[in-house]
């Protein structure tokens, strides 16, 4: 019985897990936008696979696809992805797909926020978004889950995260940008995050990373390897496009305390050089009025922190960067007990995203 | 994990079960097709609806629907039924779903049959019929049930009914029609049928009811009570247009055993009048070059027997006819452990079936 809730998961006992908690699965979409993707989403689609490989590793896989390319995808992908056809305009299930909250007796719900293709008409990324709206509540309707309605509020999945024991981080660029939620304010919107994710401390950075097409998604900042402990980019290098954001986030994070009153310890994972597309390539993107214009010179976000956590696993985007090596012994060292699996997705970078952005972990019930 | 076994079910162990076994479920198609369904699909979807809850009594229900109809039939459909993104030609889960198989402890596979729209380019009922024809993989997919590859036989679930016991009755008229399986002698498509659904018996009737657009479905003239029982359509007057169908189908049921040399009992139930389209009717019907015309000098089928049996019930189709108490008592004498519950279903007569046509039994695993 799936049925809408009239309630919060605050006041239900349901809170937000963290990624590194353990998952039933995960979530994704496949990628067929033309005006997103090069040479009609094929090289992107290859690199999805990559990616829904390294994670079946250690869960299971859904894909969700659109009527027309569930063939195709069938026979790309192998027989233990699960392939479910699920509309959508683009391919970002971590901010299309529902966020979903779990209370201890292992009970797991979701929340179905409002979305509005990062910015809705003026600076959103494509027009419509009639099917990615759906996408929540399709998929709580497979997986017979019942669902909190958020969608009076525009958030993404990338503009939070979370360490399941109430503390939030998320970026003033993002959610408190007038393109989404204007009749907000910064404690109203705090009050509802506190409400539907059931934290009690949110911790603010102020931008995300340069180049960031959704508006300074977090996922590209950091992430939580535990309850107490942080990952984030760096870099020491004072021309890297990065560099100042990156000390504005540093200092935010390493002067403040969780909800738990710990002060966080802090990883500096160091930024891979950034990209772009070369001429080619960006003749290979449709062209469409309302969609983002892929030029040749803008800056495309490389970050290894825009990893994926699912059981016993990290997948670690890789850039064929001299950085990867690095980043992967970081990796293993922050986690001893996961196997670090390497993607390399470039591909997905010059879309506007990473791993973390096109994968939803769904909790243990 | 789903995979595409290179086997049969009868040399796994696996048999079809009879319908009056327990189920894991139900899966219907939500109607939409304007050159089947009068007035936009909207007065079928409304007796559709109707069907779902009837059966939601006894067992879960999941109703497939295309993208653009998500919306409108997670507003009309009752929270408790599962709705899931699944496109289709038309709406005839019967005939377009799979056939369930399940072996002696509990695990369930999927036959995935081929499919031509009841007779192909030049006899079927439209074109094309390429999303039913993956219809069937989806509900595996969805399910992780593994699949049996039968797609060089083209066959529907409404043409076979089997007692779960080694018997199958089907017709001739259908199962051996030019337009369906050129290829395959009845000798051969025997053999096909005795691998892919683990019987030992068939008994063939020659054909189907007068009207059906089907080519003579079984489904509308026969079916088993349980094992060693059949009820089917019945009339003593001889101007009635099915009159002379079923004497021949009586004949042949009486006079042979299944295939544990049991005589069957055979319940007869008698007819209600035949139905036809009004003109007005007819004309809130699309034009399709390709589509079935239903004018209204064609008479489409009503019979009880298109009823479908679920976990401690029968949703019985009724015609606001006379007969139609009779049936109602005459089912609760055949099964007096069962619940009857009944529903009008003109408008799905006039599209070309009945309740049986449009559900498909997931066994219980």
């Known amino acids: 019985m799936v049925f809408t809730i009239n309630s919060t998961p605050k006041k239900d006992g349901f809170r937000m897990p963290g990624e590194f908690e353990e998952h039933k699965g995960t979530w994704m979409l496949w990628p067929t936008r033309t005006d997103t993707w090069r040479s009609g989403a094929k090289p992107a689609q290859r690199v999805y696979i990559e990616v829904a490989k390294a994670i079946s590793q250690f869960e299971p896989v859904t894909m969700c ?32 797909g529902p966020t979903f909250v779990k209370n201890d007796k292992g009970e797991v ?24 709206l759906l996408v929540k509540q399709k998929v709580m309707d497979i997986e017979q889950i019942s669902r909190y309605d958020a969608t009076d509020i525009i958030i993404e999945g990338g503009a939070i995260t979370v360490d399941g024991e109430g503390t939030l981080i998320t970026t003033e660029q993002c959610v408190l940008n007038p393109n989404r939620n204007r009749n907000l304010s910064k404690k109203e919107m705090e009050e509802k995050l506190i409400e539907y994710l059931n934290v009690e401390k949110i911790i603010w950075l102020k931008d995300g990373l ?8 977090v996922d590209e900042v950091v992430f939580f390897v535990r309850p107490g402990e942080v990952a984030m980019g760096w870099t020491d290098d004072q021309n890297h ?8 986030a540093y200092k935010r994070l390493s002067e403040t305390t ?26 290979e993107i449709d062209y469409s009025r309302f969609s983002y214009n892929r ?13 994926y956590l699912c059981n016993g696993g990290v997948v670690l985007p890789t850039f064929n960067d001299p950085q990867d090596e690095h980043a992967i012994a970081a990796f293993q060292k922050m986690f001893p007990d996961r196997k ?7 591909e997905i970078s010059v879309g506007g995203g990473n791993i973390h952005c096109i994968t939803q972990q ?4």
């Open 65 to 96: 696809v659109k009527a027309d390319q569930y063939e195709n995808a069938r026979a790309l992908l192998p027989p233990n992805i699960r392939i479910v056809e699920i509309s959508s305009n683009d391919a970002w299930m971590r901010d299309i």
């Open 109 to 132: 719900r979701g929340v179905d926020w409002g979305f509005n293709a990062w910015g809705g008409l003026d600076e959103g990324l494509y027009f419509p978004w009639d099917l990615d």
């Open 210 to 217: 340069v180049g960031d097409e959704t508006d300074g998604h």
């Open 241 to 248: 496009p990065q560099y100042e954001v990156l000390q504005d």
């Open 258 to 283: 969780d909800a738990k009153g710990r002060k966080l310890k802090i990883n500096k994972i160091q930024m891979p050089k950034q990209i772009s597309l070369s001429e080619a390539e960006s003749m």
């Open 295 to 307: 030029s040749p010179n803008l800056t495309f976000i490389s970050t290894y922190i825009n990893c």
């Open 340 to 346: 670090i699996v390497t993607v390399n997705t470039r």
């Open 362 to 365: 769904q909790p243990l019930g």
